[in-house]
């Protein structure tokens, strides 16, 4: 998850679709330049040691002016963690 912030931050995009599972990873992804991300809080996490295949981490990503907070599903593909989706 904080790979994944820091990506969003810096505007990484090949590295946002490279941890984003396939089977829900978008074809393409455009981020906003004008968003500026001020700073990650994580809420709180289930799973997600070496042990375990799934987990979610609650978070909230703060930015001049807001923040978006989510509680998010991962899963491992090929041994690797990867972006699922929000969990509703």
Do not use: C
């Amino acid at each position: 998850m904080r790979s994944r912030y820091t990506a969003f931050v810096v505007g990484d995009t090949p590295y946002l679709l490279r941890t984003w599972h396939s089977t829900t990873r978008p074809p393409q992804l455009e981020l906003s330049p004008n968003i500026r991300w001020t700073g990650l809080e994580i809420l709180a996490t289930t799973d997600g040691t070496p042990f375990h295949t799934e987990g979610t981490v609650s978070f909230r990503a703060n930015y001049r002016g807001g923040s978006q907070q989510e509680n998010s599903s991962f899963t491992r593909e090929n041994g690797d963690w990867k972006y699922v989706a929000p969990v509703r």
